[in-house]
């Protein structure tokens, strides 16, 4: 992420010549296809991260209430949420934040998710609205998938895999040469005008989002569809055997996610459930108390589950109670208490307790990284990253505009930085490549694919040659 150009003067020797003009090919190539991944995912970035801010993930935060002496039995909340959707089946609880908040019910009808926000302290049904319709839901799709299914996870994996070619043959181009400092790259040369204004604001501001970069990219291809789900959370998906013999269910964590809605923990998500209806598990609610909402919510806060938690209702006859917190789903600002309990529906017994400790250091990486990625930490976090996706915005930009300015007026082709006509190996130049495609498959198929078409098709077929070049 850096100029994409310096003039050959600032290079001495042909070798290093050469091998400057490759990397600039290269990220040239590649910023021509990841720019507009990156303004895609930046913006949508934006828009969800501030979603969240101001209404709530979930929606919760568009009702307050004005704090009362006392807090109604939750089951007293549920039957107004109940009440509110004829022949509907409520199936998550999620409590308040903070005094003022209101409670959330998630309630099933004809296959259709409606939250309801309920008065916690009076019981009066605030407002209602279907789950997932929202602002941040749309922005959610398009970040994930571009709303086109696995084609486009599987698009988006590739541009992030050419986003870590981008960065790394960026951070070449940057490194000062013929004696210059760093203060001249790691400061704006603010005194140029024209493309060397550009250049020297996306160099600077290139170099500084360099890092950031690297983790958005790399906890963002974490969830993906083949580097993530089939390989890294495959290898790091925490064991269920852990859970001293319980009974497991056929599904799996995912199950608990909703409309292809991250909401489960990565280290979790392909973990098996446990089941209800045994005799196995830790002591949970009293044996003098029936298994219902209200002792599992008294449970939940015995635990230690304060403030705001979710709890997933059981579902069907081996179903259980689900109550947990991760950072991932705004419950917290701190990923070190993300925790995950499940309840056996008919004996009220622990049959799994999962907490930020018993992640393995991939599941523990994630669990900040994600949390980290989506601005769940704090102020200081919802500033960053809203600092970081403009930059990236502007990067994406500045890349186009530079190109534009470089190329001469009506020409007809890309203008890409010419190849030099012979070079020895560059050894650095390709492990990085080898790099790549060996940690990111997709990628690494699209870069060898596209190796191959040029040195067969488009270096022998000179109106391609010509317009590609």
Not at 87 to 101: D, F, H, K, L
Not at 261 to 287: F, I, N, Y
Not at 381 to 407: E, Q
């Amino acid at each position: 992420m850096t100029s994409l150009a310096q003039s050959s003067q600032n290079t001495s020797k042909p070798a290093d010549r050469g091998f400057y003009f490759t990397a600039w090919r290269w990220h040239f190539y590649a910023g021509l296809f990841v720019a507009p991944f990156l303004l895609m995912l930046a913006t949508t970035g934006l828009v969800m991260l501030w979603s969240s801010v101001l209404v709530g993930r979930d929606g919760e935060k568009l009702y307050s209430v004005t704090p009362a002496s006392s807090v109604l039995p939750v089951s007293d909340q549920a039957t107004a949420a109940f009440l509110s959707v004829p022949g509907g089946q409520i199936v998550q609880y999620i409590a308040p934040r903070t005094p003022e908040g209101s409670a959330i019910f998630r309630v099933k009808a004809d296959g259709k998710d409606t939250m309801i926000a309920v008065d916690p302290y009076r019981g009066e049904v605030l407002g209602q609205w279907e789950r997932r319709s929202a602002l941040y839901d749309l922005a959610n799709k398009i970040h994930g998938t571009l709303m086109i299914g696995d084609v486009g996870d599987r698009l988006i994996e590739i541009a992030a895999g050419f986003g870590v070619v981008l960065i790394v043959t960026g951070l070449y181009l940057w490194w000062p040469r013929e004696g210059k400092g760093l203060a001249t790259v790691l400061i704006p040369q603010f005194a140029g005008r024209g493309r060397q204004l550009w250049k020297t604001l996306h160099q600077t501001i290139g170099f500084y989002v360099a890092a950031i970069l690297l983790v958005f990219l790399v906890s963002g291809l974490t969830w993906a569809g083949v580097w993530g789900e089939k390989m890294t959370q495959a290898w790091s998906t925490f064991p269920a055997e852990k859970w001293d013999n319980v009974p497991l269910s056929d599904v799996t964590h995912a199950s608990l996610n909703h409309n292809g809605v991250k909401e489960v923990p990565w280290t979790l998500e392909q973990t098996p459930m446990p089941a209800s209806g045994s005799s196995q598990g830790k002591p949970g609610v009293p044996e003098s108390r029936a298994v219902n909402l209200d002792s599992i919510v008294a449970l939940a806060r015995s635990l230690g589950f304060e403030q705001r938690f979710q709890l997933a209702f059981p579902n069907g006859e081996t179903g259980v109670w689900t109550i947990s917190r991760d950072t991932m789903s705004n419950d917290s600002a701190n990923p070190l208490s993300d925790r995950t309990v499940h309840i056996d529906q008919y004996t009220g017994k622990i049959l799994a307790d999962v907490a930020f400790g018993d992640y393995g250091a991939a599941g523990k990486a994630m669990a900040v990284g994600i949390a980290f990625h989506e601005g769940d930490m704090g102020v200081w976090n919802v500033a960053l990253v809203t600092v970081f996706c403009l930059s990236v915005i502007f990067l994406s930009v500045s890349g186009l505009v530079m190109w534009w300015k470089r190329r001469p007026t009506n020409a007809r082709r890309l203008f890409a930085p010419a190849a030099p006509a012979s070079m020895a190996l560059w050894k650095t130049g390709s492990i990085v490549m080898l790099g790549v495609s060996l940690l990111f498959p997709l990628t690494g198929l699209v870069l060898v694919g596209v190796l191959i078409i040029d040195f067969l098709i488009i270096r022998h077929v000179k109106p391609m040659k010509r317009a590609l070049s």
